[in-house]
Nanobody
């Protein structure tokens, strides 16, 4: 069973940057797509970004495109989310996610989640 552990959240001022990390264990990391989601208070969890298993393709929500970058290091069993030009509306709990399927099937294809890490952006 895959385990996902996020780190790197915190409090940052608007315009600042944070880098989230997610360490995976329990299966062959490089075989599966990885993603990031977020959930703000009182809102549904939403897709942020995804990366295919071969690191050939990345996908982003329109709200973060151009500001956030997802990457992975298969040698370290880790996926990252570099967040730049942060805005107060980026405040949320950020979750690392993966799929039980080898191929990226869109945000709906993710079915395993970490515990989340809080990101708070002050204005």
């Amino acid at each position: 069973q895959v385990q996902l552990v996020e780190s790197g959240g915190g409090l940052v001022q608007a315009g600042g940057s944070l880098r989230l990390s997610c360490a995976a264990s329990g299966r062959t990391f490089s075989n599966y797509p990885m993603g990031w989601f977020r959930q703000a208070p009182g809102k549904e969890r939403e897709f942020v970004a995804a990366i295919t298993r071969s690191e050939g393709s990345t996908y982003y929500a329109d709200s973060v495109k151009g500001r956030f970058t997802i990457s992975r290091d298969n040698g370290k069993n880790s996926v990252y989310l570099q967040m730049n030009s942060l805005k107060p509306e980026d405040t949320a709990v950020y979750y690392c996610a993966t799929s039980s399927r080898y191929f990226y099937l869109g945000p709906e294809g993710f079915d395993s989640w970490g515990q989340g890490t809080q990101v708070t952006v002050s204005s």
